[in-house]
């Protein structure tokens, strides 16, 4: 009994070192973002936007509100900013007018290809640091969480 509570406390222990570094890591990310955000002229809730918008097309406000986690005042001011800049352009939905679609505009794909190739840059400088063996173990290890993510989330969807 007494192995099995060490060995609890010991992948417990684990947990919290892989949850600690993975939340610093998620944090220099963030910071990391922000100043490519930055670099373009955008905020990154507006690259959060962005990047949905360009595998979506066209979304409801509450749509992209759900996916982001913000209210939907939060958003529609995102999106107000961004509709300024020409990036978006919104729509009223012919059925129920309280509904507003938002797709991007053409000028969006211009911005869309800019922030891509900044992000190639700016990643391929910090991964150029690393050694080859240092990249295949974070590909390897970031593949692993990926998967433990994907079970837990398998297994949320069949209950």
């Known amino acids: 009994m007494e192995n099995l509570e060490e060995s609890l406390s010991e992948n417990l222990s684990e ?5 600690k570094i993975f939340h610093e ?4 990310f963030r910071q990391n973002m922000t100043k490519v955000f930055e670099d373009i002229g ?3 809730h507006q690259g959060m936007v962005m990047g949905i918008l360009s595998r979506e097309k066209t979304l409801k406000i509450t749509e992209l509100s759900a996916r982001l986690n913000l209210s939907n005042s939060t958003v529609s001011g995102i999106i107000d900013r961004l509709e300024k800049q020409g990036i978006v ?3 009223r ?3 129920d007018k309280r509904v507003v679609h938002v ?3 053409p000028k969006f794909r211009e911005h869309h290809q800019f922030f891509h190739k900044r992000m190639d840059e700016n990643f391929a400088s910090i991964l150029n640091k690393g050694t080859p ?5 974070i590909y390897e290890g970031l593949e692993t969480l990926k998967k433990l993510l994907s079970i ?3 297994k949320k969807a069949q209950e």
């Open 103 to 105: 797709s991007v505009s």
């Open 133 to 137: 063996e240092e990249l295949k173990k």
């Open 89 to 91: 352009e919104r729509n």
């Open 93 to 95: 939905s012919e059925e």
């Open 42 to 44: 955008i905020t990154a």
């Open 152 to 154: 837990r989330d398998e």
């Open 15 to 19: 947990s919290a070192r892989v949850a």
């Open 25 to 28: 890591v998620m944090m220099l």
